[in-house]
Each structure stands twice: as structure tokens, then as C-alpha cells.
């Protein structure tokens, strides 16, 4: 079998296409939809411009990041499955710095641009005369939005890249012996714990707060970044799993069988219901609560515009997959693991979508073409990157210490 | 019931497969392997079907998720409408929590004891042990003798296959409630009963 990847005709079309289609729609959005037209008056278009971005960089940044989380804490628990496929997971963690640039350069055209439509709390004057944010003013300011995200980025990039590095040294050193391969792994220990720091930190609480709770600043839920987090990570398992998959029919990955895809489904699995534990607890404690402040987070979302997508999240996001991965057989289904993983990808997709919209454009959401187009133009960016990291790495770690663990796992 | 049994007792993984494979092949009836650990890939060898503890564990899941939501429903809605804090009669995000834990203990207890009852385990529950190696250090091979079959030619082919210590017992194959040493002494003192 074939260790190094040549992308496909086929794939490069079909990148070029996503990524012309997301270019188009930009364009077409900086036509029609007037982005500078400033936050004043009731110019939704324009709030609407932003807000995709917002929702589809955030989302399809945070996803990329779950990549590197996850050889993260594969790495910290001594996990030896995953090696078969540990490539993939960094094609796609390899992404990191291109959607932090363009978060960070979206994040800054909407505080530069003074957008207190998306922000509102970018607004000295309302910020004043408002109690509840003048309280929130240290920590809800530009200033700290501006350098925090720089920073968390550039700490997930640097770490990322780093693990990345330690992973193609082990192609030129050859097969290890005892102790230079215990040394290997204790410095892909010691980063990975780093990491782990980190990412509890940013995306464990700090990160969704001020970048999308912060959307309805009056409103908080100290669960949220959880949330987001457990809305992350299951999407982006299934990312992976998109990838693997593909590789695998493309001859690629040797080593990952059935065993391998029924893991992945487990992981998907258990994390949806992760997803809807998290879910609930901040649905049901407001719910019963019933404190008018509290409670208006989800009175928009469940008696506005937005119902249908509010009980569809759940169908997508926990029912469909409760049931159809519950069977260990559906879990070593190759075409029925395709088509869940690119549900909960886009069930996910749809739950930043509730998550960001009604802060933004509130009462008059749409889902048509420049929501898809931008989407799709992230998902040819991905698509281009995992295949030059593909084409420049093998797509099997030959010399890791523990590939044989992957190699004979089973379940 | 009381059966006669051909035991051959492996040393090493590698000699077992060979000969559980060429024990099926050969058409004699393989009682069990006893192994010391969980052997990958010995239940697909011996040719076991997967279990059906899962499907019996959904059911009970959903035994118990019934029974909450019916039960809460009932009392809550039907049977003693009562206006608590001004809820609906039947406030279903209220209830998931109750549904939750009753649909895991359900499934919990009964798959435990549905496990219990498929590997005839249980306080009290006896069965005969072919060999004390069997928890040490070694791995025990049991064939079922039946009507036809040649006790000699069985023995022979397993020593073929590698086997050390084959010795034939005669036990009770299924469980029983009560201590150890009097069902043994009872089974192993005795001749052997023929089966005609």
C-alpha cells in the first residue's frame, strides 16, 4: 500500500469549486449585503454580513483546534489506537493558523469597524448608563478581546505546530529503541500538558465567553464554554472521521480498520450525549428558574424565528445519533459513519448558528445563500489543506512507538 | 445434567488456536476454553455469537424511561393535578433528570443481572472446575464427550495438537447453589457413568 498521497483531479476540483463558491459569495456579500454601511439604524444586512463570518471562522477555527486537542489528550492518556490515523488528525490540526488568521482578521474588522451591532458592548455610551455592563466593562472591553485572542491563538498555533514537528521528526530517526522512544514521548508529554493548560483555559472557559456569549452581553451562563466546547469537539471527531475515511478509500492508512471507525463512532457517540448532558443542564436550570433575565436567551430561540432549528439541533445533534450509533454494527458501517459524521458536522454547524445569530440579527434570521456559500468556502479551505499536509507527510507513522498498539487494537 | 468430559490443558497461546481451529474442524464439540485472561480473538476461533446482552440492556432502558415518564405522567397529570410553582401538569424538562437516572438503573441492574444469568454466576451459584490452572497459568481446553464419540481418539488428537495433562471427568455441566466440596466429592469419587 502506498505511504505518500497525490491528491486526486477529482478533490482539487472539488476544493477550487468550495473555495470559488465562498470567494463568489463574499464578493457578492460585500456587493449586496454592504458591510461598511455602519451599525447605525436597521441595516440587518449589514449586521448579518458579519455575523456569518463570525459564526462559520469561530466554528470552522475551533473545529480544526479540536484536531490538535485530541492528539493532545490521546497523547497524555498513552493512548496507542489512534496512531493508525494520527496523521490525519494533524493534516487537519495543520490548519490551525490559516482560520486563526482569518478569525483574528474578521475579529478585528468588527472591533475596528466599531460594530456594537454585533458587540454591543463595544459601545462606550450604552456601556455607561448600563449596570449590568458597566460591571462586565474589565473584561468585555477591545482591549482584552483584542490581546487575549491574539494570544490564545498564537499559544494554540505555536503548541500545535510544535507537536506537529515532534510527530515528522520520527520519519528521518527510523525505529526507536527503549529509551530514545520514552524520551520522544515525554517531550510530546510535557507540550502536550502545556496544551491541555491552555486549552482548558481558553476554550474551557475564557474564549466562548467573550467571543459569542458576549454576543447578548446582558445575559450569562457560566456552562456556556463547556458547551461549546462538548458542540466542538464531537464535530470535529466527526471531521476527522470524514478524513480518515477518505483516506482510507483512497488507499491510504494501512493499518485503520474496521476496529479503528467503530472507536471513532464511540467517540461520536458518547460526545453527543456529552453535548446534550451540557445541553440540558443550562436549558433545564433556566427553564425551571424562570427569572426573566435568564430566560430570554431561550424565549427567542424557542418562540422566535428560530423554533424549527431549535428542536431540529436536537433531533441532528443527539437523537440521530443516540439511535443509529447505539448498534455496534452501524458503528463499522463505512457508508453509515460518512453520512452521520457529515450530519453532526453540519448539525453542529447549525448550533453556532443559534448560537450567534440571535444575539446579531435577532428577529430576522436567514439561512440561504450567503450563510451556505460562506460555509463552503471554510470547507474547501479545510479540504486544501488537510491534502498539501498530506501530500508533503506520509499519512502513516511508521516509527511511532506505538503504532504496533494501533495496529493490533481491538474492540 | 451429568455429562463425561475430555480435558487437555495448553501452555501457550499460540499451540491453543492451532488446535481449537483444528479441533472444530475435526467436528468433535468444544465445551469451553478456560484462559487465565481475556484471549483477543478466541470468541471468533470458538466460533461464539455476539452477545445479546446489549439488546437486552436497550430494552431495559427503555423499560425504565417508560416507567418514569408513565408513572410521573399519571401521578403528576391524571391521577393528582396539583399547581406547583406554576408549572404545566406535565413539565417535561422537569421529568428528565428522574427519566434519565431510571432508564441507567434499569439498564444497570438488569444487565447485571442478565450477565450474571448468562455466565451462570451469582452469590451462592457453584459449577465444576476442570482445572485449578485454569486462573494460574494455563489455558483449558474441554470437549463434550458425546454418544458416538472415541475417548481415546479425542485424547490422541489433542496430544497431537500439543496438549499436556488430558484426563477425562465426569461433572455436572451447568450450575448449582451450594459449597464446593461435597458437589466434588460426589462427582469425582464415583466410576464413571456410561451413557448408553
Known amino acids: 500500500m502506498e505511504n505518500s498521497f497525490v491528491t486526486p483531479a477529482n478533490y482539487k476540483k472539488w476544493y477550487n469549486a468550495f473555495m470559488g463558491v465562498g470567494a463568489l459569495t463574499l464578493i457578492l456579500g460585500i456587493v449586496f449585503l454592504h458591510p461598511w454601511a455602519g451599525s447605525h439604524g436597521d441595516n440587518l444586512n449589514s449586521t448579518r454580513f458579519w455575523a456569518v463570518l463570525l459564526q462559520n471562522s469561530l466554528y470552522w477555527l475551533l473545529l480544526v483546534n479540536v484536531a490538535v486537542f485530541f492528539i493532545v489528550i490521546s497523547t497524555l492518556s498513552m493512548g496507542g489506537w489512534q496512531e493508525a490515523f494520527r496523521r490525519v488528525t494533524e493534516a487537519v490540526g495543520s490548519l490551525l493558523p490559516v482560520m486563526a488568521v482569518i478569525t483574528l482578521l474578521i475579529m478585528l474588522c468588527i472591533i475596528l469597524g466599531h460594530r456594537t451591532d454585533i458587540y454591543l458592548w463595544l459601545d462606550k455610551d450604552t456601556v455607561s448608563h448600563d449596570k449590568i455592563l458597566s460591571v462586565k466593562k474589565g473584561f468585555l472591553n477591545p482591549y482584552m478581546y483584542i490581546v487575549f485572542s491574539v494570544i490564545v491563538m498564537g499559544a494554540w498555533t505555536y503548541i500545535g505546530k510544535k507537536l506537529n514537528k515532534f510527530s515528522r521528526e520520527t520519519d528521518e530517526m527510523g525505529p526507536m529503541d527503549f529509551d530514545t522512544s520514552r524520551k520522544w514521548n515525554n517531550r510530546n508529554m510535557a507540550w502536550s500538558a502545556y496544551y491541555l493548560v491552555l486549552y482548558v483555559l481558553s476554550i474551557g472557559s475564557l474564549a466562548p465567553w467573550l467571543w459569542m456569549m458576549s454576543l447578548e452581553p446582558h445575559w450569562y451562563s457560566t456552562l456556556y464554554s463547556w458547551y461549546t466546547f462538548a458542540s466542538t469537539f464531537v464535530a470535529g471527531m466527526a471531521l476527522i472521521t470524514l478524513f480518515v475515511i477518505y483516506f482510507k478509500n483512497q488507499g491510504q492508512l494501512e493499518y485503520v480498520n474496521k476496529e479503528h471507525l467503530q472507536d471513532l463512532g464511540k467517540y461520536i457517540f458518547a460526545f453527543s450525549i456529552f453535548w446534550t448532558y451540557l445541553w440540558f443542564d443550562q436549558f433545564m436550570l433556566i427553564w425551571y428558574g424562570n427569572i426573566p433575565e435568564e430566560t430570554i436567551h431561550f424565549k427567542i430561540r424557542m418562540q422566535g424565528p428560530y423554533a424549527g432549528l431549535f428542536y431540529l439541533n436536537l433531533i441532528l445533534n443527539f437523537i440521530a445519533p443516540f439511535l443509529i450509533f447505539m448498534k455496534r454494527s452501524t458503528k463499522r458501517n463505512y457508508t453509515i459513519v460518512t453520512f452521520m459524521a457529515a450530519a453532526i458536522v453540519f448539525g453542529h454547524w447549525l448550533d453556532f448558528y443559534q448560537m450567534v445569530m440571535p444575539g446579531t440579527v435577532a428577529k430576522s434570521p436567514h439561512l440561504s445563500w450567503f450563510e451556505f456559500g460562506i460555509a463552503l468556502g471554510f470547507i474547501g479551505i479545510i479540504m486544501r489543506g488537510v491534502a498539501k499536509f498530506a501530500e508533503k507527510t506520509p499519512m502513516t507513522a511508521l516509527n511511532s512507538p506505538f503504532l504496533k498498539e494501533s495496529i493490533v487494537h481491538e474492540v | ?196
Not at chain 2, 40 to 68: C, N, P, V
Not at chain 2, 113 to 139: E, I
Open chain 2, 1 to 196: 445434567m451429568i455429562k463425561r468430559f475430555v480435558v487437555g490443558t495448553f501452555e501457550e497461546e499460540k499451540v491453543l488456536f492451532p488446535a481449537v481451529k483444528n479441533v472444530r474442524r475435526a467436528g468433535y464439540k468444544i465445551h469451553d476454553v478456560y484462559t487465565p485472561y481475556p484471549v483477543h480473538h478466541l470468541d471468533k476461533a470458538l466460533g461464539l455469537r455476539e452477545t445479546s446482552l446489549h439488546t437486552m440492556g436497550f430494552i431495559y432502558g427503555l423499560t425504565g424511561t417508560l416507567i418514569a415518564l408513565g408513572g410521573m405522567g399519571w401521578i403528576f397529570a391524571v391521577d393528582w393535578p396539583l399547581n406547583i410553582g406554576g408549572k404545566p401538569h406535565f413539565p417535561l424538562p422537569a421529568y428528565i433528570p428522574i427519566t434519565f437516572e431510571l432508564t441507567v438503573l434499569l439498564s444497570a441492574v438488569g444487565m447485571t443481572l442478565t450477565y450474571c444469568w448468562l455466565n451462570q454466576m451469582m452469590p451462592g451459584v457453584k459449577k465444576h472446575h476442570f482445572s485449578p490452572r485454569a486462573t494460574d497459568d494455563a489455558f483449558v481446553m474441554v470437549i463434550e464427550l458425546m454418544e458416538k464419540s472415541n475417548e481415546d481418539e479425542i485424547k490422541a488428537f489433542l496430544r497431537d495438537n500439543g496438549a499436556i495433562d488430558i484426563n477425562t471427568q465426569v461433572a455436572e455441566e451447568g450450575w448449582w447453589f451450594g459449597r464446593y466440596d461435597q458437589e466434588q466429592k460426589l462427582y469425582r469419587t464415583e466410576e464413571p457413568v456410561i451413557e448408553s
